[in-house]
């Protein structure tokens, strides 16, 4: 999770509160926030923060929830927005590559050391907490005096345009040529690739603002003599791109700086005005809160909660309800259910009664009970446990073991953060395969096992697909074989006292060896696969020793 470090000599600037660092150190558990370290020397704390609340990616955004906390400031902050005459153009041709604009403009704006450090990390927190990596948002920040509205976001030809881009050897380079050569245009590359045109934003003098989400041009370097600020942040999820910009702006204008809005023309007379900071309105029943947290509240004791956390509460038309309004800079409440956590943080999880209900007494869960017992087996054959992502790479899982991929057969991920994680696993062996060539290096033999979760489509099932429980193994050195594997198969039958009921059936399975390869059947039904692993899946692998391996279905035996 994302860390940052606070000064106390700032914070308390931005609270309006003198302010303990002990005191600080406990009050800011209350308000969703981890410590990681204090230095009571330099009179500093690193905090930890949920990638879910990133306006808590600078000390402003971490204030304004303690001016509620401290009742300093009640509801949600107010900040005024000034209607400006710039306006950004947005050509169609951008749809297929990257759609989404959004724009702001900041002014007079006068920052110190600290500050300017924290618009660099807000902008790589923000880059990663919404914009996965600049592949979902990427901002551009611009000094707005050295380019000239009105601005156009359009898409170009890889070769057809060069600039000579920011932190660059100061020569003219064409996107393609930066996508090659320049560092942030191998790092992000793989955003843009297999697209045929790129994005860029133009000034009316064809000056190039921004190649995102790559690099900005050098003409709009933000320097210690800027004083007016042009905000551009491009994407492919319009409400990650609104939420991106409104904790950007919201931030800058807790510095001291003024908001002024930015007209953005769509195609088809569309055209919107951002930064846009109306709230969001939500309903919620006073008994659904209460029933939740397990209080008795009344509507003034809800409001006053709700408030200091920083959202603005009225009475509902509606008998029993509150309407609940949420600033645009908070994009974890998506939900009710959301509204009762806020509604404890305001009342205090420290002074929420402690109960424990009859028959609640926590205990395992029966088949974590046998999973655990699976893991002391495993272990006593002498075998190390590994744990890895339910998420997969599909050329791995599939093509490396010389499956066919069918993109109809699995669940796959709508928008991956890499092509290293782009499906879910359907049997735990390729993931195991892959451990043995991140450690090929290690003293052999090499024994491990997994215990853990797949996916597997399933019509049946209310949300599409289901979960299982399997147990893979494989064992790695130069005399692995079939009868290695198969005396961990006994031994772990004979260990549950199913030795008498299983057995082993002759099969066919492209991953492993014909001839060397079995089913295993217990009572008549088949609960996994056992052998030595096919030479060409040891190629894919880049692996040089033989591999016996299995894999069992543990749900079927429980």
Not at 30 to 51: A, F, R, S
Not at 160 to 175: A, E, Q, R, T
Request: some cysteine; aromatic content about 8%; overall charge negative.
């Amino acid at each position: 999770m994302p860390t940052l470090e606070l000064k106390l000599e700032r914070l308390e600037k931005l609270v309006g509160k003198k302010l303990d660092i002990k005191e600080l150190e406990y009050d800011l558990q209350w308000i969703g926030l981890d410590l990681e370290g204090i230095n009571e020397e330099e009179q500093k704390i690193k905090v930890e923060y949920n990638p879910n609340r990133p306006d808590y990616s600078s000390p402003e955004g971490i204030a304004r929830t303690l001016k509620g906390y401290y009742e300093i400031e009640l509801g949600i902050p107010s900040f005024e927005i000034v209607p400006g005459k710039i306006e950004l153009n947005v050509d169609p041709s951008v749809n297929k590559v990257r759609p989404y604009i959004v724009c702001g403009v900041i002014r007079d704006i006068d920052l110190d050391e600290d500050e300017v450090a924290t618009l660099m990390t807000i902008q790589e927190h923000l880059h990663w907490a919404i914009g996965r990596d600049r592949k979902k948002v990427a901002i551009g920040v611009h000094d707005l005096d050295k380019i000239t509205p009105p601005y156009r976001y359009t898409a170009v030809k890889p070769d057809s345009v060069s600039f000579i881009p920011l932190h660059g050897d100061g020569y003219p380079m064409n996107l393609e040529e930066i996508l090659l050569l320049h560092e942030k245009g191998i790092e992000y590359a793989h955003i843009l690739e297999g697209k045929e045109v790129y994005p860029i934003i133009f000034d009316s003098n064809d000056e190039v603002l921004s190649f995102p989400p790559v690099i900005n041009g050098v003409i709009t370097t933000v320097t210690d003599d800027t004083k007016n600020l042009f905000l551009d942040l491009t994407g492919t999820d319009f409400k990650a791109v609104n939420l991106a910009l409104n904790i950007l702006s919201t931030t800058l204008a807790d510095m001291g700086a003024k908001i002024e809005s930015v007209k953005v023309n769509y195609e088809k007379e569309k055209e919107i005005v951002t930064p846009n900071l109306n709230p969001e309105k939500l309903q919620v029943g006073i008994d659904y809160i209460n029933d939740y947290i397990g209080i008795s509240l009344s509507s003034k004791e809800m409001i006053k909660c709700f408030n200091k956390v920083r959202l603005d509460v009225r009475q509902s038309a509606k008998k029993g309800y509150l309407n609940v309004w949420v600033p645009a800079f908070r994009g974890d409440i998506m939900h009710i259910v959301d509204l009762t956590e806020e509604c404890a943080i305001g009342y205090g999880y420290d002074k929420l009664p402690r109960t424990i209900r009859e028959g609640c007494i926590g205990e395992y869960h029966p088949i974590q009970t046998f999973l655990n017992k699976i893991r002391t087996i495993m272990i006593g054959a002498g075998y190390l446990e590994v744990l890895n992502f339910i998420l997969s790479n599909s050329e791995k899982h599939y093509n490396y073991m010389r499956h066919e991929f069918e993109e109809s057969n699995h669940v796959q991920i709508l928008n991956p953060v890499s092509k290293e994680y782009n499906t879910t696993r359907t049997s735990i062996l390729p993931k195991l395969l892959e451990t043995l060539l991140n450690n090929r290096s290690e003293e052999k033999p090499i024994r491990l096992f997994e215990v853990g979760d797949i996916l597997l489509l399933d019509d049946s099932e209310e949300t599409g697909a289901k979960r299982e429980v399997h147990l893979s193994v494989v064992t790695y050195h130069e005399d692995a074989d079939f009868t290695e594997i198969r005396s961990t198969l006994d031994f772990i039958m004979t260990s549950l006292g199913l030795y008498s009921d299983f057995e082993i059936k002759t099969g066919k399975n492209a991953s492993y060896i014909n001839g060397r390869y079995g089913e295993i059947y217990w009572k008549g039904i088949k609960v996994g696969e056992i052998g030595e692993i096919h030479p060409d899946v040891l190629l894919n692998f880049k692996l040089e020793f033989p591999v016996a391996a299995m894999e069992l279905n543990l749900e079927k035996l429980f």
